[in-house]
Each structure stands twice: as structure tokens, then as C-alpha cells.
């Protein structure tokens, strides 16, 4: 493991991640100084509780004077690496990292590393609770990462016996030289391009999971998804596929058929589970299921707990979340929707008469597909937050209906909850999957779903 005594390290971001990177760094001897462009207003509570350290503050811009004499750069998740202290370091040779980086590279427990565009969580969940189905008595399983408390929290409590199952996002990936044990790409779909600029650019930060693996290690990749099988080519180690149809002879990995899921190793299939027993809806979870039965596969966890494992997950915060059903209206929360194209599994996961909230923040993704949903489902729609007016010019360009289709439009989500109390009618579901982010005006998705579980609890 790294030795960090008297090294002089700078964290950008003061969030969940750059928080505890500070904490990790400073417990082991480091210099830190913790940066936010945040007023420090914002951290008051954060600082106190870090006052009993060493470390240093500096709030409310990155002035290039923070890189004297800094032996390394802890960067947080959200934090853009184009801002210009970061390009500053790079022409200084600073080295950046982050705290999953640090986390993999010295932990002595085998990782399983998991990224998408959509089913990242769930996934992630899926896995955990097989893996704690599997392990033995006296062992751990470990499950964090990009959800949750940062893994780095907790790598020296870690032994090698332990498992990690870690959710890692573009962000994390973009900073990555090291890659899990087994690593496993969901899926690769337009996200995150306000941060990314490009396509191309996201998918090759996704591709860092399986980048730097080693011959002994193994890669899953997704058959039906093409941006995910893509990087077969660039597997180095073993590579389990997973799908809806029966796998080719050239791949080994999880499929559905006659209602059961299947896995082949060497062209003799063996069921694991009837696709009747996944307690999630919807068929983006089944496909979550695949994929988390052959990470089950991959570690060479039994049928029987992968089985167990999959059985005991009965619902995620925020996703698809049922709320609450008070004169025959559901009320879904799926604030995890931050792109349209969960919006869309959402739609396809939950029948009958809609209401709709979409809203917050775009991150320059394209609506077209959604919008041609949108008006063959025909769901009451309500529109809220910073992306309400370009949502509605695109979806009345795209829809072809001009005016004659109602939407309503409102500038928060309380109005717009309020909103869909008046209109839903008995039998209808009211759905809260935004398609944008939710930095208009909430910290993460978790507090803006947190809120609107409030609203519904308050109205119900």
C-alpha cells in the first residue's frame, strides 16, 4: 500500500468522495488541503467535523497557488477535469487521482467492478446480495463505491478473504490506470455528454474498467448492447457475455429461455432461476439480473446463492420506488431517471394510464426516441425545473402534435407533485422520472426523490 505520510496532497471537491479521500489521507499522515469552488458557507457542518485534523481549506474559487508544492491531486466524481487548475496541474506533471482509483489499487480483496449507462445500482445490489449469500461466516462482503460510503473509507478493515462489489461511473473510470478483478460493462448509451463532450469520449471512459485487467482476470460484457461487446476485441483476460438469447458457441455467459435464466460455460446450459422470481418490474431488470447472474458466474459463487441472492432484493430507493397507492393511484418515484433513456425503461416497465413528471437539468442527450414513445403512450405530462421549456419545445417538435397535446409546466417539483394530485385519476400511476439531472435544484437524484416522497406522503 502506498505510503501517504508527509506527502502533500491537494482534494478538489468537497462532496461524499472528497470528504472522505480527506479523512483517509490525513489518517494516514498526508499534508491535505481540501478545495471546493463552493462558498464555505456550504461545508460548515463538513468542517467541523474535520477540525480535529490537519488539513487545510480553501473555499470558494481553485486559484493555481493550491499547487505549490502538491505531490498529487485527489479529484472528486462531479468535478470537470477541463476546470483550469486542472489543466494547470497537467502541464506541471501533478498527477490526479481519485479515491476509487486509490481504493482498488491498494486493497487486497478481490473487486468486482461495475459501470453503465442505466442498471448501475440495481446491478450493483443484485450482486452484493449474492456475494453475501455465497461468502463464508467469518468473511465480508463489501458494497459501495459510487453509491453509498465511499469504499476508501474502509480499505484498511478490508482483508483479502473479503469481496468488493463497487459501482464505478464515467466519472470515476475517466481518472482510472488500474482495473477490477472481474469488471463488468452494463451497457453504453447517450449520458453525461455536458461532462464528456462527446460520445466517444464517454464510451472510452467506460472502457477503463476493463483497460489495465491482467490475463487472469475476467470481463463481462453485455451481447444485445453494442457499444458494451464492442471492447471483446480489447479483453484480456477471460470474457463472460450476458443477453436474451441462447449464447453462441464462441461465448460463454447467461441467457433466457422457456422462462428460466441459463448460463454456459462449455456448451452445456444449466438454469439458474425462473425469471418469475426477479421482484423488480420491468425488463431492463431482467436484463440487471443477467448480468448480475454471470458477475455470480464469474467469481464462482454457487447456483443456490445466486439464486438466493437475487430473490431477497425486493425494491431500490428511487428506483421505480413505489411510493405510496391511496385511492387507486400509484405513485412512482424513479428520480435515478437522469437520462431519456431511462425514462424509457420506466415507460416499458409500468402499464396502464400515466402520469408523467419529467424535468430538471439536460445534459445535452437526445429526446427524439422518448418523444416518439410519448406520443403513442399519450401520458398526462407535467413538465418542472431548469429543462421544463427546451423539454416541451422537443417534444412538440418531435411528436407532431403542436399545441393540441397538454402538458403543464411549472418551475419546482412541489408545484408540479401538486400538479399531478389535481389530474390523476383512479387507476393511474403518477411517475416522477425526470430524464435530467437534478443539480437545478437538489444536491443529488437522492434528495430530489427524498422530497418528492415527502410531497407524496403529504398529498396521499
Known sequence: MTVWRGKNILVIGAARQGLAATRYFSKNGANVTLNDGREKTYFQDAIENLNNQAIKFHFGSHPSTLLVDKDMICVSGGVPLDIPILKEAQKRNIPLTNDAQIFIEGTKAKVIGITGSAGKTTTTTFIGEIA?????????????????VPLIEHIEDISEN????????????????????????????PNHLDRHGTMAAYISSKGNILKYQK?????????????????????KGKLLTFGWGETKSDYCGTFIKEG???????????RIMPIDKINLPGKHNQANTLAACAAGIAAGFPVESIRAGIESVHGIPHRLELVATKNNIRWYNDSIATAPERVIAALEAIHGPLVLLLGGRDKNLPWGKLAEIISSRHPKLILFGEAGNMIENTLRRDMFCGESFRIDRYKNLDDAVHRAAEIAEPGESVLLSPGGTSYDAFIDFEERGNIFKKLVEEIA
Open 162 to 189: 473479503d469481496w468488493v462489489v463497487m459501482e464505478l461511473s464515467s466519472f470515476q473510470l475517466e481518472l482510472m490506470t488500474t482495473s477490477p478483478h472481474i469488471a463488468l460493462i452494463l451497457n453504453i448509451t
Open 215 to 235: 490475463a487472469e482476470d475476467i470481463a463481462i460484457l453485455n451481447r444485445d448492447e453494442e457499444n458494451s461487446i464492442s471492447f471483446k476485441e480489447k479483453v
Open 260 to 270: 428460466f435464466i441459463h448460463y454456459s460455460l462449455s456448451n452445456r446450459p444449466k
Open 132 to 148: 453475501k449469500k455465497a461468502v463464508q461466516p467469518h468473511h465480508k462482503v463489501w458494497v459501495g463505491g459510487n453509491i453509498g
